[in-house]
């Protein structure tokens, strides 16, 4: 059965993007503690997991939040207050209408999931109404997805750099230029929080 989810009025936010690596399970918990359970936007996450290993990432997190958080499904469409998690050696993407599709295609930066894939895809089904946000981790996953999603009118946030357990991934996320908001872990949920809840200024 398709679940229809109403459509956002077009000048609000629609969709938050969530990139961590190492160091982020913490920072996730974090971030969607103080989220509320009342979010009228999903939430999609790409955190690195070994995939040689059985995942237990969502019922952890699941204890830190009120949001319903699960691994994403193939074919779902993501729900408002809901967090979905790219499960393991599985990309996550996201079409027009909220439906999601997991893959095993190539790696990208020697990833799968990738923050980037996820990134750019939210850019191209949402557009302005997405919201990217870089926590903590090596490598540069993310930078090029968020500077996709700012080319489109989304708007992108990074955990400070000097605030995270590890900087590489925000760090080079600043460095793109494309970061609207660089603020410390602590205050990244009241940022996103305040834009989903107002209107987009034209």
Same mark, same amino acid.
């Given at each position: 059965?398709?679940?229809?989810?109403?459509?956002?009025?077009?000048?609000?936010?629609?969709?938050?993007?969530?990139?961590?690596?190492?160091?982020?399970?913490?920072?996730?918990?974090?971030?969607?503690?103080?989220?509320?359970?009342?979010?009228?936007?999903?939430?999609?996450?790409?955190?690195?997991?070994?995939? =040689?290993?059985q *995942? %237990? &990432? #969502?019922?952890?997190?699941?204890?830190?939040?009120?949001?319903?958080?699960?691994? /994403?499904?193939?074919?779902?469409?993501?729900?408002?207050?809901?967090?979905?998690?790219?499960?393991?050696?599985?990309?996550?993407?996201?079409?027009?209408?909220?439906?999601?599709?997991?893959?095993?295609?190539?790696?990208?930066?020697?990833?799968?999931?990738?923050?980037?894939?996820?990134?750019?895809?939210?850019?191209?089904?949402?557009?302005?109404?997405?919201?990217?946000?870089?926590?903590?981790?090596?490598?540069?996953?993310g930078?090029m997805?968020?500077?996709?999603?700012?080319? =489109?009118?989304? *708007? %992108? &946030? #990074?955990?400070?750099?000097?605030?995270?357990?590890?900087?590489?991934?925000?760090? /080079?996320?600043?460095?793109?230029?494309?970061v609207?908001?660089?603020?410390?872990?602590?205050?990244?949920?009241?940022?996103?929080?305040?834009?989903?809840?107002?209107?987009?200024?034209?």
């Amino acid at each position: 059965m398709t679940v229809q989810v109403p459509a956002l009025p077009s000048d609000r936010y629609a969709v938050v993007a969530v990139a961590s690596s190492a160091g982020g399970i913490g920072a996730l918990g974090r971030l969607l503690k103080d989220m509320g359970s009342d979010l009228p936007v999903p939430v999609l996450v790409v955190q690195h997991l070994d995939p =040689r290993h059985q *995942t %237990v &990432i #969502a019922e952890v997190l699941s204890r830190r939040t009120p949001l319903e958080v699960k691994l /994403a499904e193939a074919d779902e469409t993501a729900r408002p207050g809901t967090v979905y998690i790219a499960p393991p050696d599985r990309h996550l993407l996201v079409s027009p209408g909220g439906v999601l599709t997991l893959t095993s295609t190539e790696l990208v930066h020697f990833l799968r999931p990738s923050a980037d894939l996820l990134f750019e895809s939210v850019a191209g089904a949402y557009g302005p109404q997405a919201i990217a946000c870089i926590l903590t981790g090596s490598g540069r996953d993310g930078a090029m997805g968020a500077d996709a999603v700012k080319s =489109r009118g989304g *708007t %992108v &946030i #990074a955990q400070d750099p000097e605030t995270a357990e590890f900087r590489g991934m925000p760090s /080079a996320a600043v460095g793109t230029g494309a970061v609207d908001y660089v603020l410390p872990l602590e205050e990244i949920s009241t940022v996103i929080r305040g834009l989903v809840e107002t209107k987009r200024r034209g």
